[in-house]
């Protein structure tokens, strides 16, 4: 998991006669502890800020037994790099693969618009902390841009992956080609 926003966990649970059941309960789940402790802190104090995932999605997986907290790690299933990303949420995770000299990275939502990498001072209405999301925006799209990593945003229209590029002082993005990274 990214983070805890509701589409992006709604896939964590079903539901099983009379209680939320974890979809893959063979499955460890690795949610951002940061996220996890923000929004336990909201729905117990009475300010259920889109809480009612948390309720159906997440801690239903924790009383399971089959959460596993990203605290400090910077690996996730031998395969997942993980980089902090936070802003739009406070404990928001980005997972870089590499594979074969080839990078990719799941954006989670550092941008939910391809704009944001021409203008990524714009934040949406869902950052909880906008100074940090910038600042995020900055870093991630200059890494983006320095290792030429394909990257995978959640909320993008088709094409939905490609590349960051450098434009002058600023970026743009290069949708990858169809077909990009399919093996034959």
């Known amino acids: ?8 966990v709604g896939w964590n649970t079903v539901w099983d006669g009379d209680r939320w059941a974890p979809t893959f309960p063979n499955a460890r789940h690795h949610p951002p ?3 996890y402790e923000f929004f336990k802190g909201e729905v117990e104090a009475g300010r259920p800020a889109d809480g009612g995932s948390f309720l159906d999605s997440v801690a239903p997986i924790v009383e399971a037994g089959v959460a596993s907290f990203i605290t400090n790690q910077t690996e996730v299933a031998d395969c997942l790099r993980v980089a902090p990303a936070t802003g739009h949420m406070p404990g928001q995770l980005n997972y870089w693969i590499e594979s074969g000299g080839e990078r990719a990275i799941l954006s989670a939502d550092i941008m939910h618009h391809v704009m944001q990498i021409r203008m990524p001072d714009w934040n949406t209405g869902f950052c909880i902390l906008p100074d940090e999301a910038r600042r995020t925006r900055h870093a991630f799209l200059a890494e983006a841009a320095r290792t030429g990593a394909l990257v995978m945003p959640c909320h993008f229209a088709p094409p939905h992956t490609g590349f960051v590029r450098r434009q002058g002082e600023g970026y743009t993005f290069e949708p990858a080609p169809s077909g990009y990274g399919q093996r034959p």
């Open 33 to 35: 502890k940061t996220d």
């Open 1 to 8: 998991m990214t983070h805890r926003h509701a589409d992006h």
